[in-house]
C-alpha cells in the first residue's frame, strides 16, 4: 500500500497538478494580454496553450514510460489519448466562462502540439533520430503553424466584417434620419401639407422599415413645457458593475451591462441582489460575445439594441443633441433615464483614480441643479448626486474610439 502511495506522489501528482493549473487559467473570465495586434494576441495565447500541454504531455509520459515501463510507443498512445482528450475537455470547460470561447480548432491545436512534444519524446528515449521522426515533427510543427495562421485570418476577418457592418448601418440610418428631417423641415417653412410631399415621405419611410415616425431619434425632446417639480425621486434598484466586489477586465467593461440590469428590474418592479446582479451581468456578456464578438464600450444604438435581443426590452429610443433643461424634462415624466458618458469628467471622487475613459449610468431623479444617478461605476453610487452642469459636459456618445470620447454626441436613452 506504501509502495502505491509513493508511485501516485512521484509520478501521477504532478500531472493532476498541472492539469489543475490548465483548469484554473481556462476558468479566468475574458483573459486577454491586451496586446496592440489581433496577430501578436492570439501568438502569444497559442504560444501559452503550446507550453501548457508540452508540460502536461511531458508528465503523463513520465506516468506511463518511466512509471509503467511501457515502450515508447504504447506510453505515446496512452498520453496522446488522455492529453488530447483533456484539451478537448478544456475547450468544452471553456464554453461555461464569461469571456472565454471553446473552439474546435483550438482543440487540435493543444493535441498537435503534444503529439509535437510527444515525438520529441520518443528521440530522446530512443537517442536515434530517423528520417521518419523528423518528417512527423516536421508536419506537426506545420500543423501548429498552419492553425495559429488559420485563427488569426478567422480573427481579422470577423473584425473586419464587424467594423463594416457597424459602419454601414450607421451611414444608412443617419441618412434616412437626414433626409426625413429635410423634408420636414421643408414642409415648416413652406408651412404646406401638400399630399405631394405626404406622399413622399410615407414612400421613403416604407422602403426603410427601420426608420419610421414612431421610432426616429429626436434632436429635441417632444415633451410637456408645464412647470417642473423641484425634485423628481425614481425608485429603481441598484448594482455595482461588480456586484460581488470582483473588479476584473470583465467588470471593469460592464457599466453598460450593469444599467440594463438596472433597467430591467425597474421595469418588471423585481428584487435586484448582488448575486441576481452578477449573475445577469455575467449572462449578457456572454450573450453579447456569442451574438456580437465583443461585449466592450457600446455605443448609446448598440446598448439599445442590446436591451431589445437580450430583455426584449422595445420601448427605448434615443435622444440626441438635447440641453440640460430637457434632461430635467424627460426625469419629470417618472421614468429612468441611461446616458453615456467620458467617465473622467464626471469627476466621482470614488472612482479609481483616474476614472473610466467611457462609461454608463442611470439617471433616477433630479433634486434643484443636482441630478441624482444610480452610478455602477462605484459601491456609494446608489444615488448619488452629480451637479447638472458637471454631468451635463460629460455627457458623449461613444464614438468609436475611447481616446476620442469627448468628440461624442450628447445621448440618452429614455423610456418611450
Keep these: 500500500m506504501r509502495n502505491h502511495f509513493i508511485f501516485f506522489f512521484k509520478y ?84 461555461f466562462v464569461v469571456g472565454r470561447t471553446g473552439k474546435v480548432i483550438d482543440a487540435f491545436f493543444d493535441a498537435a502540439s503534444v503529439f509535437f512534444i510527444l515525438e520529441m519524446l520518443v528521440v530522446f528515449a530512443k537517442r536515434k533520430l530517423q528520417w521518419r521522426n523528423f518528417a512527423v515533427l516536421s508536419l506537426a510543427m506545420a500543423a501548429l503553424v498552419g492553425l495559429e495562421l488559420k485563427m488569426i485570418s478567422e480573427t481579422k476577418s470577423f473584425k473586419i466584417s464587424f467594423l463594416r ?52 431619434i429626436e434632436a429635441q425632446p417632444k415633451i410637456t413645457t408645464a412647470p417642473l417639480a423641484e425634485k ?18 470583465l467588470h471593469e467593461e460592464s457599466c453598460e451591462e450593469a444599467s440594463l440590469v438596472m433597467l430591467e428590474y425597474y421595469l418588471n418592479k423585481k428584487e435586484l441582489t448582488s448575486k441576481i446582479a452578477e449573475k445577469e ?11 456580437y464578438g465583443d461585449y466592450k464600450d457600446t455605443n448609446a444604438a448598440e446598448t439599445t439594441k442590446l436591451a431589445g435581443d437580450f430583455y426584449g426590452i422595445k420601448n427605448l429610443k434615443i435622444v440626441y443633441d438635447f440641453s440640460e433643461t430637457d434632461l430635467k424634462k424627460y426625469l ?29 449610468l442611470v439617471l433616477t431623479g433630479y433634486d434643484g441643479q443636482e441630478i441624482i444617478t444610480n452610478d455602477p461605476g462605484t459601491r456609494r453610487g446608489k444615488s448619488y448626486s452629480y451637479d447638472i452642469d458637471t454631468l451635463y459636459n460629460a455627457i458623449h456618445d461613444f464614438p468609436g474610439n475611447v481616446n476620442d470620447i469627448a468628440k461624442g454626441r450628447k445621448a440618452m436613452i429614455v423610456l418611450e
Design 12 to 95: 501521477y501528482f504532478p500531472a493532476l497538478i498541472w492539469a489543475g493549473v490548465i483548469f484554473y487559467f481556462s476558468s479566468i473570465p475574458s483573459l486577454q494580454y491586451a496586446l496592440p495586434s489581433t496577430a501578436e494576441e492570439i501568438v502569444l495565447r497559442k504560444g501559452a496553450h503550446f507550453v501548457e500541454f508540452a508540460i502536461l504531455a511531458i508528465l503523463l509520459w513520465r506516468v506511463f514510460y518511466f512509471g509503467h515501463k511501457l515502450y515508447p510507443r504504447y506510453a505515446f498512445f496512452w498520453v496522446f489519448i488522455l492529453a488530447g482528450f483533456y484539451g478537448a475537455s478544456d475547450e468544452f470547460h471553456q464554453t
Design 165 to 216: 457592418m457597424k459602419t454601414d448601418m450607421g451611414y444608412m440610418i443617419d441618412s434616412e434620419i437626414n433626409f426625413i428631417r429635410g423634408i420636414r423641415t421643408v414642409a415648416v417653412e413652406n408651412n404646406s401639407g401638400n399630399e405631394k410631399l405626404a406622399t413622399q415621405i410615407k414612400e421613403k419611410i416604407s422602403e426603410t422599415p427601420s426608420v419610421t415616425e414612431d421610432n426616429i
Design 232 to 249: 423628481i425621486s425614481i425608485e429603481v434598484p441598484f448594482t455595482t458593475q461588480a456586484p460581488l466586489g470582483r473588479w476584473d477586465a
Design 281 to 291: 451581468i455575467q449572462k449578457m456578456v456572454k450573450f453579447e460575445i456569442k451574438n
Design 332 to 360: 419629470a415624466l417618472g421614468k429612468p433615464i441611461i446616458i453615456p458618458a467620458a467617465g473622467q469628467l464626471l469627476e466621482n471622487p470614488f472612482f479609481t483614480p483616474p476614472g473610466p475613459l467611457y462609461h454608463n
